[in-house]
């Protein structure tokens, strides 16, 4: 199992600050496994100083302070639309 949030804190990790690829700058993308985008992370200045701004498949889904927690925020929404519905077994 796959699980980024209860890595160990000793020795080195994967993160999916990985996954995502730069280009133009300041704008980041995240890609499937087919390399299509699945997500985007814009730093945007806002009233509050500068944010990203995290889109999942052209839809809003939240702010952050910092490019870490962007994309793990990210990977999480595209980890979850993947899985099937349902509780445990479907049931």
Not at 67 to 88: D, F, Y
């Amino acid at each position: 199992m796959f699980d980024t949030f209860g890595m160990r804190d000793d020795g080195p990790r994967w993160h999916p600050l990985l996954l995502v690829r730069e280009s133009p700058p300041a704008h980041w993308s995240m890609l499937d496994s087919r390399d299509r985008v699945v997500g985007v992370i814009d730093l945007r200045r806002t009233a509050d100083g500068l944010r990203y701004r995290v889109e999942h498949r052209g839809e809003l889904i939240g702010w952050a302070t910092s490019l870490k927690i962007a994309a793990e925020r990210l990977h999480r929404v595209i980890i979850s639309a993947a899985a099937p519905g349902g509780g445990v077994n479907g049931s």
